[in-house]
C-alpha cells in the first residue's frame, strides 16, 4: 500500500538559506509520526509543503501515492491542518464555523449536516451549541479548531503543536480525541516540543536538525541506538570536576541549570556511580532509563559521523 | 462537485458568513445605520431651515449615499473584513482550503452589495419621508450604484490587502484619507463654493465624478447622455479599482503562504 505522505530528498532555499536539506519522510497510512526538533529547524516549512501553501525546489513528494506538485487544488482536499493558533471565526457559533468550512470543501448539504452533527457530538462540543467561539475558553476553541481540521475527513491529518497554547486538562482532552483518530486509522503528521505528547502519541518519531531528519524510527528503535542504557541525573558542588571525571570516562554528559545528566554506557548501580565519580564532592544521584528527551539531546546535537551509524543501526 | 457549482457554493458560504459576522456585530451595526441616517436628517433640517437651499436637498441625498454611506460601508467595510482575516489568522487557513481566490472576492462583493442596498432603501426612505425627491431613473441610478459599490470593494481590496494591518488601522486611515476626499468629492458642499484651485484638485478625485453621476440621476434627472463623461470615467475608475483590488489579493495570498 502507497504511504499516505512520502517525502524524499526535498530542497528549499529562501533566498540564500537553505531551509530544507534533502529532507525524508514516510508517514505510513494509519500511522501517527511526530517531526520534533529546535526552533528553526524547518519543520513549518515542510508543513506548510505538505499544505500546498509552499512549493518545494527540488527532491520528490507523493500525496496518497500522487505527486504532490501535480496535485494542486486536490491536495487542499486529502490534507486537514490544525495549528496551535486557533484560526475560527469568532462571533459564528461552533457549528457555523463547521459549517463554513464544509461549504468551501463542497460538502453536499446532507453530508454538510451528517459531518457536523457528528463532529459537535464526537467532539462533545453541543453543550456550546449556542455559545460565539470568541467566548469559549482556549482549550474548547481548539477542540473546534481540530474539529474544523478533520470537517471533509482528509486522508492526512497535519498538526502544528496542537496543545501547546491550551492548559493541562485542554491538553489531556486533546490527546484522547488524537488517540482516538489513531485507533481509527487517521494518518497524522505531529509537530510538538512538548516530548511526552510525542511518546504517547506517536507511533514514529522523526528528530530534525538544520532543514533534515537526523534519526528515525519508533521510540524503542532511537533509544536502542543511544550510545547509553540509562541516564544518572547528578547534583555536585563542583559540576566542573564531574563532567570531566564523566569524560574522562567516556561518558556523554549534558548540563541544565544545576543538574548534569550522564549516559551511562550501561545500566550501572548508584554504588558504581558514585564510585566512578569519586572525588567529585556528589551531593545526589538518581538512575533512570533513557527517554525521549535524552535520544532528542543526542541526535539532534550529534555529529555526522554518529547520525550515520544511527541510521544504519535503525535501517537494520 | 463541478468546478463552476463549487466556486458558486463558496462565494455564498463567504458572502453569508460576512453578513452574518456583521449581524452579530450589533455595535457595528448600529454605527453603519446611525451614520448616514443622523447625517441625512441634519442635513435635511438645515436645508428645511433655509428656503433658498431647499433644491439642494435631493443632491445632499444623493451624496450622502454615495460620498459618505457607501464608502464607509463598502470601502471601510471590506478594509475591515481583510484586517480581521489577518488578525484572526484564518486567512492561512482559508488558504489551506480549496477555496478559490475569485469565490472569496466575489463573496465580498455579494456581501457589501446587500449591505448597500439596505442602506440605500433606509437612506431614501429617510430622504423622502424628510422631503427629498428621486427625479431621475432607477436602472440608471441603479448602474451608477453597482459600479460605486464595485469601485469601492476593489479600492478596499487594495488598501486592505497593501496597507491594513490591524483593526485600528483601518478607523485611522479612513478618518485620515476618506474624509478630505468626502469633502473635495462634493459630498457635502458642492464644488462651485470651493475656491478655484481646490476645484481643480478635487477634479482627479474618482469621487467627486461618482457623486456628479449619481445626483445628476437622483437630483437633477439626467439620462446616460448628458453624463457620459462621469460615467465613462466611473466605468473606468471601477475597472481599475478591481485590477487593483484582485492584483493585491493575490499579492497577499503569495505573501501569506510564505509565512
Known amino acids: 500500500m502507497t504511504a499516505a505522505l512520502q517525502i524524499d530528498s526535498v530542497h528549499k532555499w529562501f533566498g540564500s538559506h537553505h531551509v530544507l536539506d534533502g529532507f525524508s519522510l514516510r508517514v505510513d497510512r494509519g500511522e501517527v509520526v511526530g517531526l520534533l526538533g529546535p526552533n528553526g529547524c524547518g519543520k513549518s516549512t515542510v508543513l506548510n509543503i505538505v499544505c500546498k501553501l509552499l512549493p518545494y525546489d527540488s527532491g520528490q513528494a507523493h500525496l496518497m501515492g500522487e505527486p504532490l506538485s501535480e496535485l494542486g487544488y486536490r491536495a487542499r482536499g486529502l490534507v486537514g491542518l490544525c495549528t496551535q493558533h486557533c484560526a475560527l471565526y469568532t462571533d459564528l457559533l461552533p457549528a457555523e464555523n463547521l459549517n463554513f468550512f464544509a461549504r468551501l470543501y463542497g460538502l453536499s448539504e446532507k453530508e454538510r449536516k451528517q ?3 457528528e463532529l459537535m457530538s464526537s467532539f462533545e462540543l453541543q453543550r456550546f451549541a449556542s455559545t460565539q467561539v470568541g467566548q469559549l475558553s482556549g482549550g474548547w476553541q481548539q477542540r473546534l479548531h481540530l474539529a474544523v481540521s478533520l470537517i471533509h475527513r482528509p486522508k492526512l491529518l497535519v498538526l502544528d503543536e496542537p496543545t501547546s497554547a491550551v492548559d493541562l486538562e485542554a491538553r489531556m482532552g486533546l490527546w484522547s480525541i488524537i488517540e482516538g483518530l489513531r485507533d481509527s486509522g487517521t494518518s497524522i503528521l505531529l509537530t510538538t516540543h512538548h516530548l511526552a505528547e510525542a511518546e504517547r502519541l506517536c507511533s514514529r518519531v522523526a528528530l530534525m536538525h538544520s532543514g533534515k531528519v537526523v534519526a528515525e524510527g519508533s521510540i524503542p528503535e532511537l533509544l536502542f541506538c543511544l550510545p547509553g542504557k540509562a541516564v544518572a541525573k547528578v547534583q555536585s558542588q563542583d559540576n566542573e570536576a564531574v563532567i570531566q571525571r564523566a569524560a574522562g570516562l ?13 549516559l551511562l554506557p550501561q545500566v550501572l548501580s548508584l554504588r558504581e556511580i558514585v564510585d566512578a565519580l569519586d572525588g567529585t564532592e556528589v551531593r545526589s544521584v538518581s538512575v533512570q532509563p533513557v527517554t525521549l528527551e535524552d535520544a532528542y539531546f543526542e541526535f539532534v546535537d550529534a555529529p ?7 541510521n544504519k543501526r535503525i535501517n537494520q | 462537485m463541478h468546478s463552476s457549482h463549487l466556486l458558486w457554493v463558496q462565494t455564498l458560504a463567504v458572502a453569508q458568513r460576512l453578513l452574518l459576522e456583521q449581524w452579530r456585530q450589533k455595535r457595528g451595526l448600529i454605527f453603519w445605520a446611525v451614520f448616514p441616517s443622523a447625517m441625512m436628517l441634519l442635513f435635511g433640517l438645515v436645508y428645511a431651515h433655509n428656503a433658498s437651499m431647499r433644491a439642494g436637498l435631493d443632491a445632499a441625498a444623493a451624496g450622502i449615499l454615495v460620498g459618505a454611506a457607501l464608502f464607509f460601508s463598502c470601502l471601510g467595510g471590506t478594509v475591515a473584513v481583510i484586517a480581521a482575516e489577518r488578525e484572526r489568522g484564518t486567512l492561512p487557513r482559508l488558504l489551506t482550503t480549496p477555496l478559490h481566490p475569485a469565490a472569496y472576492f466575489l463573496g465580498v462583493v455579494i456581501a ?11 437612506l431614501y426612505s429617510i430622504a423622502l419621508l424628510i422631503g427629498a425627491k428621486y427625479q431621475g431613473s432607477l436602472l440608471l441610478g441603479g448602474l451608477i450604484l453597482l459600479l460605486s459599490v464595485f469601485s469601492y ?4 481590496f487594495f488598501l486592505g490587502a497593501r496597507f491594513a494591518r490591524r483593526s485600528e488601522e483601518v478607523v485611522v486611515a479612513l478618518s485620515a484619507i476618506g474624509v478630505p476626499l468626502l469633502v473635495l468629492g462634493g459630498t457635502f458642499f458642492p464644488l462651485e463654493i470651493m475656491p478655484q484651485g481646490m476645484q481643480a484638485v478635487a477634479q482627479i478625485n474618482p469621487m467627486l465624478h461618482m457623486n456628479q453621476a449619481f445626483k445628476g440621476v437622483a437630483a437633477y434627472g439626467m439620462g446616460f447622455h448628458e453624463l457620459r463623461f462621469e460615467l465613462s470615467f466611473l466605468v473606468v475608475f471601477c475597472c481599475v479599482s478591481l485590477a487593483l483590488g484582485i492584483q493585491s489579493y493575490g499579492h497577499l495570498l503569495g505573501r501569506d503562504k510564505s509565512q
Do not use: H, P
Not at chain 2, 457589501?112 to 433606509?122: F, G, K, N, S, T
Not at chain 2, 470593494?153 to 478596499?156: S, T
Open chain 2, 112 to 122: 457589501q452589495m446587500l449591505l448597500a442596498l439596505m442602506q440605500v432603501v433606509m
Open chain 1, 115 to 117: 459531518r457536523v452533527a
Open chain 1, 250 to 262: 567516556g561518558w556523554r554528559v549534558r548540563q541544565s541549570a544545576d543538574q548534569i545528566s550522564l
Open chain 2, 153 to 156: 470593494v476593489g479600492m478596499g
Open chain 1, 304 to 310: 555526522d559521523g554518529l547520525i550515520k551509524i544511527v
